[in-house]
């Protein structure tokens, strides 16, 4: 009855681990994936690649449009490539590491409805001449990157602010977004639903 139980256990744990194995790389490598019957009505009505809607990739929680998102280079970005991720747009994908040695891939956005963390920390930044804080999910609180304001503005400011200003970005970590269309194609209708 034990080793029954502990078994159902890993076994739950392993397709939680496989999931998410599948899910990353269907992020970064879209081509993988072959859409069957249920899934070829949504990539042939799918949108423009700057209407890609990107989520949360832990809730779901809407997060941003492939418009908002905007290229803020750094000299401090250990690699700089382009990614087709985003809906086939080409978008500049930047590696950085910080004081612990994590390392993480962001993208840069004008905006995104995320949660900041104030006040803005103008040590360690990522991009020279900006104080940087945390960025989380409104709804699950999941660490998705970092929202950047110029170094000689207060510690803490409005959000109202920080979204007008065209000096401000953020810069969200390509592992914890998910794009929504590939989410829908994750959705099948069972063979016996279909007429």
Not at 47 to 72: D, K, N, P, W
Not at 98 to 110: D, K, L, S, Y
Not at 150 to 157: A, E, F, G, R, S
Not at 183 to 192: D, R, V
Request: with cysteine; glycine share 4%.
């Amino acid at each position: 009855m034990m080793h029954t139980r502990s078994l159902r256990l890993l076994v739950k744990q392993l397709e939680r681990l496989i999931m998410q194995y599948i899910s990353f790389a269907l992020l970064f490598h879209p081509a993988a994936y072959q859409p069957g019957e249920a899934c070829a009505a949504v990539a042939e009505g799918s949108t423009s690649s700057a209407a890609t809607l990107l989520l949360c990739r832990a809730c779901g929680h809407e997060l941003a449009f492939g418009t908002a998102i905007h290229f803020v280079p750094s000299r401090l970005a250990l690699s700089s490539r382009n990614d087709t991720s985003i809906g086939g747009r080409r978008i500049n994908v930047q590696l950085f590491e910080n004081p612990h040695g994590h390392q993480f891939e962001v993208i840069t956005f004008r905006k995104a409805n995320v949660t900041q963390h104030w006040p803005a920390n103008k040590h360690f930044s990522w991009f020279p001449g900006f104080s940087w804080t945390a960025a989380t999910c409104p709804r699950c609180k999941t660490h998705l990157g970092w929202a950047f304001q110029p170094t000689d503005w207060p510690d803490t400011i409005t959000e109202d602010r920080f979204e007008e200003s065209e000096h401000t970005f953020l810069a969200l970590i390509t592992q914890r977004l998910l794009r929504e269309d590939f989410a829908s194609s994750l959705l099948m209708t069972p063979k016996s639903f279909k007429s």
